[in-house]
């Protein structure tokens, strides 16, 4: 389910996998292959107002090196703000939630 909402929400950047990572700090972010670098480079052009919700949710930092996920404290701030960015209706956001671990 994560690998079709964000190859839909920037189609013109092929998504072969994604994967919810959790840090050895406790944070999460998204790993998106095969070039996971240049789909967030994308995402953050298409959805520039993802900086701001990210900062509502509690990242402080958006200086992303070589992640380019933001990081969150939980995995529902970090679904949370993908479903704010992308306006995914209710539905979407629970069958995003259960299809996660």
Not at 1 to 25: D, F, G, H, Q, W
Not at 27 to 51: A, G, L, T
């Amino acid at each position: 389910m994560l690998t079709r909402v964000l190859s839909r929400a920037v189609p013109e950047v092929y998504v072969e996998s994604t994967m919810l990572i959790k840090t050895t700090i406790g944070r999460y972010w998204i790993q998106v292959e095969p070039d996971h670098y240049k789909y967030w480079e994308r995402f953050r052009k298409k959805y520039p107002h993802c900086v701001q919700l990210a900062h509502a949710r509690g990242v402080e930092e958006l200086d992303l090196g070589h992640r380019r996920c933001p990081e969150f404290h939980s995995k529902e701030d970090l679904l949370g703000w993908l479903a704010d960015t992308l306006g995914l209706s209710q539905g979407e956001r629970k069958l995003l939630e259960l299809s996660l671990p």
